[in-house]
């Protein structure tokens, strides 16, 4: 009884919070709101281009560094020193 009371109780309140948020919210606030999931979803879109470019980038010095070259040792270090046009994101611990 007393757990069918709470959850009534809890879903009064998120309804009573949302319709708050929806009589109150104005055109500025969807502009800001679009705008912010546009910058959020380019971000993404960033993050998912550079992730799979760097696999490629690892898989290829892996090929290099495989091949039975006298100049194995150089042929790594040119790739060591190449300028990367998208390094992959550092993770960061939160």
């Known amino acids: 009884m007393v757990a069918l009371v709470?959850?009534?109780?809890?879903?009064?309140?998120?309804?009573?919070?949302?319709g708050l948020v929806a009589f109150t919210s104005n055109e500025?606030?969807?502009?800001?709101?679009?705008q912010g999931m546009q910058w959020w979803l380019e971000n993404q879109q960033r993050?998912?281009?550079?992730?799979?470019?760097?696999?490629?980038?690892r898989a290829a010095k892996l090929r290099v560094a495989a091949l039975p070259?006298?100049?194995?040792a150089q042929q790594d270090d040119?790739?060591?020193?190449?300028?990367?046009?998208?390094p992959?994101?550092?993770?960061?611990k939160r």
């Open 47 to 57: 993050k998912n281009e550079l992730a799979a470019a760097h696999p490629a980038h």
């Open 28 to 34: 500025h606030d969807w502009t800001e709101h679009n």
């Open 69 to 72: 070259d006298a100049n194995l």
């Open 6 to 18: 709470l959850a009534r109780l809890g879903w009064g309140v998120g309804l009573a919070i949302h």
């Open 88 to 92: 992959a994101p550092k993770h960061h």
């Open 78 to 86: 040119e790739l060591e020193s190449a300028p990367v046009e998208n």
